[in-house]
């Protein structure tokens, strides 16, 4: 199955400051997502990475705090804008070949 | 609103028990459902998948098994192994393909198998 490298795998930020996490997929996916891990909840979709046009958000996220790029069919990045503390979580990339597969996260601490 | 449920946070059994992680849904649109595991510092990897169709799908050690009229699917493993030790994640779609693949998951319930 296709491998998702995931970068940095994690990171501790200045309050308002902006933090791009990249996903390097090593195979060409037709749809890519990104999820939010808050602690002690659940992976909660954040947005679908589109290729060559806008990402499409989930209800609850925008694209002025969580652009996404897609470029290509194997690589996208996630920018969380602006932080804040209650942007602490783990943010995960997803790829789709039949099963869903996921990068290895990116651990977002802010201060 | 959770539509996806793992009541137990934690579960902890003896190696070659039977593990038995249980899920419920709310969304009466799901129709596949999906168990990953996920160790500390990784992503979550898939595990076994069910469509609505069926009642039980096996893969070696690991059974799931789905009931619609209650709602509820339950992950079994036997026999238990200490590598088992993870954090086991139930997850729900409507469908198993197109636009409308979008997961969604419950909050986790981690697994511990002493040796």
């Known amino acids: 199955s296709a491998v998702i490298s995931q970068k940095p795998s994690r990171d501790i930020c200045q309050r308002g400051t902006s933090l791009t996490i990249q996903c390097q997929v090593d195979?060409?996916?037709?749809?890519m997502f990104w999820y939010r891990q808050q602690p002690g909840q659940s992976l909660t979709l954040i947005a679908t990475a589109n290729q060559g046009s806008e990402a499409t958000y989930e209800s609850g996220f925008v694209i002025d705090k969580f652009p996404i790029s897609r470029p290509n069919l194997t690589f996208s990045t996630l920018t969380v804008s602006n932080m804040s503390p209650e942007d602490s979580s783990i943010y995960l990339c997803?790829?789709?070949?039949?099963?869903?597969?996921f990068g290895q996260g990116t651990r977002l601490t802010v201060v | 609103d959770q539509q996806v449920k793992q009541n137990s946070p934690s579960l902890s059994v003896q190696e070659g028990r039977i593990s038995i992680l249980n899920c419920d849904y709310t969304n009466s649109m799901f129709d596949y459902f999906l168990w990953y595991k996920k160790y500390p510092a990784e992503g979550p990897t898939f595990l076994i998948s069910?469509?609505?169709?069926?009642d039980k799908n096996e893969d070696g050690r690991f059974t799931v098994f789905l009931n619609k009229s209650a709602k509820h699917l339950s992950l079994h493993i036997v026999p238990s192994q200490p590598g088992d030790s993870a954090v086991y994640f139930c997850?729900?779609?409507?469908?198993?393909?197109?636009?409308?693949?979008?997961?969604?998951f419950g909050k986790g319930t981690l697994l511990t198998v002493n040796p």
């Open positions: 997803s790829g789709r070949q039949g099963t869903a597969f």
């Open positions: 069910i469509s609505s169709i069926k």
């Open positions: 195979s060409q996916v037709t749809m």
């Open positions: 997850a729900a779609s409507e469908g198993s393909g197109g636009s409308n693949y979008k997961l969604t």
